[in-house]
């Protein structure tokens, strides 16, 4: 396609908010200082980012006045993926960069975080209390005898007690992982049991779509499931007294300590995250202090444009990495909005007063909730007033091109639409949000700084303009550190470096434009992910086939090309069982019960038995691809399945779908 014939962008920032961007004037005196280029706009500055990768992160330490408390030898020790070793020598902390607005007297006493509930009534946190009751949980956490590197675990909503312990854990040296409390006590332990937490923060349960949820039985169980707690917090969200032997929350927080800040080596762990469990147990992914702080400051204050005056909002639970993004907010002054609540309670356009209410200047959600909207007649701009939105960005899978037009049309149409696209595995994005660059339908503005993202076909050669595997050849600040429990780092090494040696593969198709837009296809792998929280197969399998109807499983998350995400659950029953409305009653109050209400099956389907590989492995992606209208020829090799009849069944399913749709 030539220039000429290209489509007009759907958004286009005019010079006012061009000039005003952080990464304009972030460009203007990185080519002062450091040599970047002063001309040639977001796309020359990329280019030197990736080029200058050790120049560049000196610029944005430096640019963001990032603390080191002991100096760093030099950007980079070792480039080579996995292990690259960035800045060695260097120690600092987190938890000090986010709680320094509140070092400023002329900011002190405005909100850090705005907790919002159902009720959509805001309920700020001022810089000043949120420092102080950091100080006071981190005192208390130290003389319950955490020590820098032991784990601190949260079965947390999205509220501002969540963010305290988080940052109380990371001043003190700890490492802070969490879960939401609509996931069920075995998803939870199969994550937390991994890590050896000396200390659980608690609620008794959660308010989500005007009802309250009773968490106490489940709290108690994993108590006794992990043995290595020292102290057990009980936040009482819905009234109730601490149980026996745990510590209350306000005599906790009620001490004006001032907080002390462990310095730490730049690689050292922050927090863990966790993958999916496609094939076991979920990986446990071990981001560091220093990279996440780096990182953070990059995306946040470059790509997001934000900074004091600010308020950032974006719909995500605890046990989702952009609640841990969401947070950092907090790195460059910004207001933080935390919602707990229902996506769509007490209706679909729920989010959008959440924004109203808030002031929110960037609202973050999923692209489902931006189809869905569409799909309610939703109309936001005539409800509320969204005038203070400066951008709505939406991740968790890609946003259809009718959803681009639906915000344009139905928000506002000088609106900045950031499509985004990253992963849990290094908490930020790949692609997206660029303030300064055009918006088309359908596409992701950029490649972020620092990320060499290329597209590549099997032979390990780059493509333009072709799908192909997402693929970043130069080491990312942060990248993960290790996997817990994976010594010899090879668990590490098989989810990201095998495909191509020395080169992170994701996982995902894209295509790479010649104008440097990027387009995502979807998943190349059989991760779950629905609105925005991804889960492994592997866990709907072990709470299924405990019902003794189900001999197997097959579960897939197919997405739509109208933005809809489409989830069977096929099942091979044991024999003499039926497949009729009670038993596929009690499979979903299973999922949900065990696992996640989200990840509920649209659908159960009866099938004759699962395709396995020749080594007895469920055979996911090839079902996947067939699902989505691939031949089988192209879909699978034939070589590598146990009774290739069984996939046409599937491909049968297929053209039946399609012959519905049409």
């Given at each position: 396609m030539?220039?000429?014939?290209?489509?007009?962008?759907?958004?286009?920032?005019?010079?006012?908010?061009?000039?005003?961007?952080?990464?304009?004037?972030?460009?203007?005196?990185?080519?002062?200082?450091?040599?970047?280029?002063?001309?040639?706009?977001?796309?020359?500055?990329?280019?030197?980012?990736?080029?200058?990768?050790?120049?560049?992160?000196?610029?944005?330490?430096?640019?963001?006045?990032?603390?080191?408390?002991?100096?760093?030898?030099?950007?980079?020790?070792?480039?080579?993926?996995?292990?690259?070793?960035?800045f060695?020598?260097?120690?600092?902390?987190?938890?000090?960069?986010?709680?320094?607005?509140?070092?400023?007297?002329?900011?002190?006493?405005?909100?850090?975080?705005?907790?919002?509930?159902?009720?959509?009534?805001?309920?700020?946190?001022?810089?000043?209390?949120?420092?102080?009751?950091?100080?006071?949980?981190?005192?208390?956490?130290?003389?319950?005898?955490?020590?820098?590197?032991?784990?601190?675990?949260?079965?947390?909503p999205?509220?501002?007690?969540?963010?305290?312990?988080?940052?109380?854990?990371?001043?003190?040296?700890?490492?802070?992982?969490?879960?939401?409390?609509?996931?069920?006590?075995?998803?939870?332990?199969?994550?937390?049991?991994?890590?050896?937490?000396?200390?659980l923060?608690?609620?008794?349960?959660?308010?989500y779509?005007?009802?309250?949820?009773?968490?106490?039985?489940?709290?108690?169980?994993?108590?006794?499931?992990?043995?290595?707690?020292?102290?057990?917090?009980?936040?009482?969200?819905?009234?109730?007294?601490?149980?026996?032997?745990?510590?209350?929350?306000?005599?906790?927080?009620?001490?004006?300590?001032?907080?002390?800040?462990?310095?730490?080596?730049?690689?050292?762990?922050?927090?863990?995250?966790?993958?999916?469990?496609?094939?076991?147990?979920?990986?446990?992914?071990?981001?560091?202090?220093?990279?996440?702080?780096?990182?953070?400051?990059?995306?946040?204050?470059?790509?997001c444009?934000?900074?004091?005056?600010?308020?950032?909002?974006?719909?995500?639970?605890?046990?989702?990495?952009?609640?841990?993004?969401?947070?950092?907010?907090?790195l460059?002054?910004?207001?933080?909005?935390?919602?707990?609540?229902?996506?769509?309670?007490?209706?679909?356009?729920?989010?959008?007063?959440?924004?109203?209410?808030?002031?929110?200047?960037?609202?973050?959600?999923?692209?489902?909730?931006?189809?869905?909207?569409?799909?309610?007649?939703?109309?936001?701009?005539?409800?509320?007033d969204?005038?203070k939105?400066?951008?709505?960005?939406?991740?968790?899978?890609?946003?259809?091109?009718?959803?681009?037009?639906?915000?344009?049309?139905?928000?506002?149409?000088?609106?900045?639409?950031?499509s985004?696209?990253?992963?849990?595995?290094?908490?930020?994005?790949f692609?997206g949000?660029?303030?300064?660059?055009?918006?088309?339908?359908?596409?992701?503005?950029?490649?972020?700084?620092?990320?060499?993202?290329?597209?590549?076909?099997?032979?390990?050669?780059?493509?333009?303009?072709?799908?192909?595997?997402?693929?970043?050849?130069?080491?990312?600040?942060?990248?993960?550190?290790?996997?817990?429990?994976?010594?010899?780092?090879?668990?590490?090494?098989?989810?990201?470096?095998?495909?191509?040696?020395?080169?992170?593969r994701?996982?995902?198709?894209?295509?790479?434009?010649?104008?440097?837009?990027?387009?995502?296809?979807?998943?190349?792998?059989?991760?779950?992910?629905?609105?925005?929280?991804?889960?492994?197969?592997?866990?709907?399998?072990?709470?299924?086939?405990?019902?003794?109807?189900?001999?197997?499983?097959?579960?897939?998350?197919?997405?739509?090309?109208?933005?809809?995400?489409?989830?069977?659950?096929?099942?091979?029953?044991?024999?003499?069982?039926?497949l009729?409305?009670?038993?596929?009653a009690?499979?979903?109050?299973?999922?949900?019960?065990?696992?996640?209400?989200?990840?509920?099956?649209?659908?159960v389907?009866?099938?004759?038995?699962?395709?396995?590989?020749?080594?007895?492995?469920?055979?996911?992606?090839?079902?996947?691809?067939?699902?989505?209208?691939?031949?089988?020829?192209?879909?699978?090799?034939?070589?590598?399945?146990?009774?290739?009849?069984?996939?046409?069944?599937?491909?049968?399913?297929?053209?039946?779908?399609?012959?519905?749709?049409?």
């Amino acid at each position: 396609m030539t220039s000429a014939a290209r489509p007009a962008p759907l958004w286009q920032p005019d010079a006012d908010r061009i000039a005003a961007a952080h990464v304009t004037r972030f460009q203007a005196w990185a080519a002062e200082r450091y040599g970047a280029p002063a001309d040639g706009g977001y796309a020359a500055l990329h280019q030197w980012s990736v080029t200058e990768l050790e120049t560049f992160w000196t610029a944005v330490a430096d640019w963001f006045d990032v603390r080191f408390s002991t100096p760093y030898e030099r950007v980079l020790g070792d480039r080579a993926m996995p292990g690259a070793e960035w800045f060695p020598g260097a120690t600092l902390n987190y938890a000090e960069h986010a709680l320094r607005t509140a070092e400023d007297p002329a900011h002190a006493g405005e909100p850090a975080l705005l907790h919002v509930d159902e009720t959509q009534e805001p309920t700020p946190m001022s810089w000043a209390e949120l420092r102080r009751q950091v100080g006071s949980l981190a005192a208390e956490l130290r003389a319950v005898g955490v020590r820098p590197g032991d784990r601190v675990s949260g079965y947390l909503p999205n509220i501002p007690q969540a963010v305290v312990a988080f940052l109380a854990s990371a001043a003190v040296g700890a490492v802070w992982t969490s879960c939401a409390p609509d996931f069920g006590a075995r998803s939870v332990l199969d994550r937390f049991q991994q890590i050896e937490p000396v200390v659980l923060f608690t609620v008794d349960g959660y308010r989500y779509g005007g009802k309250e949820h009773d968490r106490t039985g489940t709290v108690a169980e994993l108590r006794a499931e992990l043995p290595t707690l020292r102290a057990v917090v009980h936040i009482p969200l819905l009234g109730t007294p601490a149980p026996d032997g745990a510590l209350g929350w306000s005599a906790l927080t009620s001490a004006d300590t001032e907080p002390v800040f462990e310095q730490v080596p730049f690689a050292h762990p922050l927090w863990v995250l966790y993958s999916s469990g496609t094939t076991g147990l979920p990986k446990a992914i071990v981001q560091s202090q220093g990279g996440i702080l780096l990182e953070h400051f990059k995306q946040i204050g470059l790509h997001c444009d934000l900074g004091p005056g600010d308020r950032f909002f974006w719909y995500t639970s605890t046990g989702w990495m952009m609640w841990n993004f969401l947070v950092s907010g907090l790195l460059t002054g910004t207001t933080v909005v935390l919602y707990d609540g229902s996506p769509g309670y007490p209706d679909t356009g729920a989010q959008w007063g959440v924004a109203e209410r808030t002031g929110a200047t960037l609202f973050g959600t999923s692209a489902a909730y931006v189809m869905a909207c569409r799909k309610a007649d939703v109309h936001p701009a005539r409800d509320h007033d969204l005038s203070k939105i400066a951008c709505v960005a939406t991740t968790g899978s890609p946003l259809p091109p009718d959803g681009f037009r639906w915000l344009h049309d139905e928000v506002a149409d000088d609106l900045w639409i950031a499509s985004v696209s990253g992963g849990t595995d290094v908490c930020t994005c790949f692609a997206g949000a660029v303030p300064t660059l055009p918006v088309h339908i359908g596409e992701l503005q950029a490649a972020c700084l620092g990320t060499d993202l290329q597209a590549w076909d099997p032979h390990g050669e780059p493509v333009t303009d072709e799908v192909g595997e997402l693929v970043v050849t130069n080491p990312m600040p942060s990248m993960p550190v290790k996997f817990w429990n994976d010594p010899d780092g090879s668990r590490y090494h098989d989810s990201y470096f095998d495909m191509y040696p020395g080169v992170w593969r994701h996982g995902d198709w894209i295509t790479l434009t010649d104008r440097g837009s990027v387009v995502i296809h979807g998943r190349s792998d059989s991760t779950l992910n629905r609105q925005g929280v991804r889960m492994g197969s592997a866990d709907i399998y072990e709470a299924v086939e405990r019902l003794p109807e189900i001999r197997e499983s097959l579960v897939i998350g197919l997405e739509e090309p109208d933005g809809g995400y489409w989830m069977p659950l096929f099942v091979h029953l044991a024999e003499g069982a039926v497949l009729d409305d009670a038993l596929r009653a009690r499979i979903k109050a299973t999922i949900r019960q065990e696992l996640s209400p989200r990840h509920v099956p649209d659908t159960v389907i009866e099938v004759p038995a699962v395709p396995h590989t020749l080594t007895g492995k469920r055979i996911e992606v090839p079902v996947k691809r067939l699902l989505q209208g691939t031949e089988l020829a192209k879909a699978v090799n034939p070589g590598s399945v146990d009774d290739l009849e069984l996939l046409h069944f599937y491909e049968s399913l297929a053209r039946e779908r399609r012959a519905n749709r049409s």
